[in-house]
């Protein structure tokens, strides 16, 4: 797609319709290595879910902890 992309750089970048249906993709045509792919991208999509659910809950805290230090109910020695 970059070879076939005109323009300048970034968000400026264009790239024809035709241009990208001539565009050939490989596809792996044994089932088993379909399913492979599948098996790790799965993996990869729970392992980002869990990581954000990680995140958000820091930050709960993170936003809690300010709170209580903003009110003055816990001081840092």
């Known amino acids: 797609m970059e070879l076939a992309a005109s323009g300048t750089t ?15 993709i490989s596809i792996p045509l044994d089932p088993s290595e379909q399913t492979a792919i599948a098996t790790i991208l799965s993996d990869m999509d729970a392992e980002i879910t869990a990581l954000e659910a990680r995140r958000d809950k820091t930050r709960d ?17």
């Open 10 to 24: 970034g968000s400026h970048q264009r790239i024809s319709p035709s241009s990208a249906l001539n565009i050939a």
């Open 61 to 77: 805290i993170k936003q809690g902890m300010m709170q209580e230090l903003l009110t003055g109910r816990i001081r840092l020695v």
